[in-house]
């Protein structure tokens, strides 16, 4: 990705978009030949899988991606070159900004044109078939915990988007594995995701609360847009799961599984191994989860002292945070604040 714009073309939100059609200037951005693209125009045949995973089992890595610390990216679709089957241990988010891609999702086909917008969720069995000069995407590398702030936005109706993020939360298969919509004359839409490329791009302020705040706009606005999505996955029983999540969304700091098993009429024992069997994790580790983003999410949006946010977000042992903060983000509080504030970044 060419990491230059003009620094004065970040205040520009293009509300007045007409269809599909991204802005120019961006596209032109996202137009241009990577080192990678390069590399395959002068022979290689292949994905350098380098790249994108240490795994033999091609298993794309967010840490090949991400910077340390952060929850989403935006990269141009690599052209030129067949991806081979993989997987991701992330959420990606496919926006086709020109032309078309070609992708086989679980063994089904999958024609991506001009606006297109395809949500794939980490156990979703992908394919990409080469893309032309012309042909355009950006991808979105996402964290699971980037979108919960779209869960809460989302309220408690069941619906299938509901399910996507609750499987994507998890981890685990839905029965939601992708979503593939049809909303290239969506003019919402797509202003969403254009404003969406343009704050992580550019060095805007709160720009994680932003983008967060307009993937959940995003999602609400594709409630609308049923009729105009296609999916694939496998069954997944999900009502407990969404339950359990939203309760640790609103009482990480003091909530407890006993209340939760009280208020949701079940035997906490009996909870307590639905929670193993349907998420993977157990009620102390999605509680532990909700926690320590909530206090990432207060160490780059807020001055709040550490000591303060540590007893916030329901820690007691301060020794036992910093523990588990540097054994996740690799580097303390205080460095991890620092780093997001030394300069301006490319990606959240």
Aim: aromatic share 10%; charged share 25%; net charge negative.
């Amino acid at each position: 990705m060419s990491a230059g714009f003009p620094a004065n073309s970040a205040a520009r939100l293009h509300y007045g978009m007409k269809g599909s059609r991204m802005h120019q200037e961006l596209l032109r951005e996202l137009s241009v030949i990577t080192e990678e693209e390069q590399r395959i125009l002068d022979g290689r045949q292949e994905i350098d899988p380098q790249i994108y995973t240490e795994k033999k089992d091609m298993v794309i890595d967010s840490g090949k991606l991400l910077q340390r610390g952060k929850l989403i990216q935006v990269r141009p679709h690599t052209r030129f070159v067949h991806f081979p089957e993989h997987t991701h241990n992330y959420i990606e988010v496919i926006y086709m900004c020109q032309g078309s891609t070609t992708h086989i999702l679980n063994g089904r086909e999958v024609v991506l044109k001009q606006g297109d917008l395809l949500f794939l969720n980490q156990n979703a069995v992908q394919e990409i078939l080469p893309a032309g000069r012309d042909d355009i995407a950006v991808n979105f590398i996402i964290l699971p915990e980037f979108l919960d702030t779209a869960f809460e936005m989302m309220g408690k109706e069941e619906n299938q988007l509901r399910d996507f993020l609750v499987g994507a939360l998890c981890g685990r298969d839905g029965e939601t594995g992708w979503m593939y919509f049809h909303v290239a004359d969506i003019l919402p839409v797509q202003n969403l995701i254009e404003n969406m490329v343009w704050t992580i791009f550019y060095d805007s302020s709160n720009k994680r609360s932003c983008t967060q705040i307009t993937m959940g706009l995003l999602l609400l606005q594709l409630l609308d847009c049923m009729d105009k999505m296609e999916s694939g996955g496998r069954k997944f029983d999900n009502e407990i799961t969404a339950a359990v999540l939203s309760y640790i969304g609103e009482h990480y700091k003091n909530g407890t599984l006993s209340e939760l098993a009280e208020q949701m009429g079940y035997d906490v024992y009996w909870l307590s191994r639905e929670i193993r069997r349907r998420t993977g994790r157990t009620y102390k580790e999605l509680l532990q989860e909700k926690r320590m983003q909530q206090a990432v999410y207060l160490l780059g949006n807020s001055r709040i002292p550490v000591t303060d946010i540590i007893e916030s977000v329901g820690y007691d042992n301060t020794s036992y945070f910093y523990r588990k903060f540097r054994e996740r983000y690799g580097m303390s509080p205080k460095e991890y604040r620092g780093n997001l504030y030394k300069m301006p970044e490319k990606d959240l």
